[in-house]
Protein backbone atom coordinates (compact mmCIF):
# COMPACT_ATOMS: atom_id res chain seq x y z
CA UNK A 1 0.00 0.00 0.00
CA UNK A 2 1.46 3.42 -0.44
CA UNK A 3 1.30 6.24 1.51
CA UNK A 4 0.73 9.99 1.39
CA UNK A 5 1.05 12.13 4.06
CA UNK A 6 -1.05 15.59 4.48
CA UNK A 7 0.82 18.80 5.63
CA UNK A 8 -1.61 18.29 8.49
CA UNK A 9 -0.66 14.96 9.74
CA UNK A 10 3.49 16.04 9.27
CA UNK A 11 2.76 18.73 11.73
CA UNK A 12 0.83 16.60 14.28
CA UNK A 13 3.87 14.12 14.13
CA UNK A 14 6.61 16.51 14.39
CA UNK A 15 4.44 17.43 17.88
CA UNK A 16 5.28 14.18 19.06
CA UNK A 17 7.79 12.84 21.54
CA UNK A 18 10.19 10.65 19.97
CA UNK A 19 9.09 7.30 20.97
CA UNK A 20 6.03 8.12 19.78
CA UNK A 21 7.31 9.39 16.88
CA UNK A 22 9.06 6.01 16.25
CA UNK A 23 5.95 3.79 17.26
CA UNK A 24 3.86 6.24 14.27
CA UNK A 25 6.30 5.35 12.00
CA UNK A 26 6.61 1.71 13.19
CA UNK A 27 3.22 0.99 12.61
CA UNK A 28 3.06 2.61 9.31
CA UNK A 29 5.66 0.66 7.85
CA UNK A 30 3.43 -2.36 8.41
CA UNK A 31 0.46 -0.76 6.73
CA UNK A 32 2.64 -0.18 4.20
CA UNK A 33 5.46 -3.28 3.32
CA UNK A 34 3.27 -5.68 5.10
CA UNK A 35 -0.95 -4.09 4.50
CA UNK A 36 -1.64 -4.94 8.30
CA UNK A 37 -3.04 -2.22 9.34
CA UNK A 38 -3.97 -3.64 13.25
CA UNK A 39 -5.86 -1.94 15.23
CA UNK A 40 -8.28 0.11 13.31
CA UNK A 41 -12.30 1.67 12.41
CA UNK A 42 -14.66 2.45 10.19
CA UNK A 43 -15.80 5.48 11.39
CA UNK A 44 -17.94 7.04 8.58
CA UNK A 45 -18.59 7.16 4.67
CA UNK A 46 -14.81 7.41 3.44
CA UNK A 47 -13.18 7.73 6.80
CA UNK A 48 -11.47 5.12 9.11
CA UNK A 49 -8.82 5.98 11.89
CA UNK A 50 -5.70 3.64 13.17
CA UNK A 51 -6.00 3.67 16.96
CA UNK A 52 -3.24 3.14 19.13
CA UNK A 53 -3.05 1.63 23.15
CA UNK A 54 -1.99 5.14 24.25
CA UNK A 55 -4.96 7.11 23.02
CA UNK A 56 -3.28 8.40 19.75
CA UNK A 57 -5.44 8.19 16.46
CA UNK A 58 -4.57 8.57 12.77
CA UNK A 59 -7.50 9.79 10.84
CA UNK A 60 -7.22 7.97 6.75
CA UNK A 61 -8.73 7.16 3.34
CA UNK A 62 -7.99 4.82 1.29
CA UNK A 63 -8.29 5.74 -2.84
CA UNK A 64 -8.06 2.96 -5.55
CA UNK A 65 -4.66 4.51 -7.24
CA UNK A 66 -2.80 2.20 -9.26
CA UNK A 67 -3.48 -0.12 -6.63
CA UNK A 68 -4.46 0.80 -2.76
CA UNK A 69 -3.02 3.78 -1.69
CA UNK A 70 -3.67 5.68 1.96
CA UNK A 71 -4.28 8.83 2.41
CA UNK A 72 -2.89 9.81 5.98
CA UNK A 73 -5.43 13.02 6.89
CA UNK A 74 -4.18 14.08 10.18
CA UNK A 75 -3.32 12.46 13.83
CA UNK A 76 -4.62 13.12 17.39
CA UNK A 77 -5.56 11.72 20.69
CA UNK A 78 -8.78 10.50 22.33
CA UNK A 79 -9.00 13.89 24.18
CA UNK A 80 -10.06 16.21 20.49
CA UNK A 81 -11.25 13.28 18.98
CA UNK A 82 -14.58 14.19 18.11
CA UNK A 83 -13.23 17.83 16.33
CA UNK A 84 -10.59 15.75 14.36
CA UNK A 85 -12.77 13.35 12.75
CA UNK A 86 -15.17 16.24 11.57
CA UNK A 87 -12.12 17.90 10.32
CA UNK A 88 -10.83 14.53 8.46
CA UNK A 89 -14.11 13.71 7.41
CA UNK A 90 -14.43 16.90 5.15
CA UNK A 91 -10.60 16.27 3.88
CA UNK A 92 -11.61 12.69 3.23
CA UNK A 93 -14.44 13.56 1.24
CA UNK A 94 -12.30 16.18 -0.82
CA UNK A 95 -10.12 13.58 -1.86
CA UNK A 96 -12.95 11.11 -2.97
CA UNK A 97 -14.28 13.73 -5.16
CA UNK A 98 -11.09 14.26 -7.15
CA UNK A 99 -10.20 11.79 -10.34
Do not use: C, P
Amino acid sequence: MKLFKSDAFNEWTQTQTAKIQRQIEARLTKVELENYLGNHKHLVGNLWELKFNNGNRIYYTIKEIEGQTMFLILGGNKNGQQKDINKAEKVAEEIHRKN
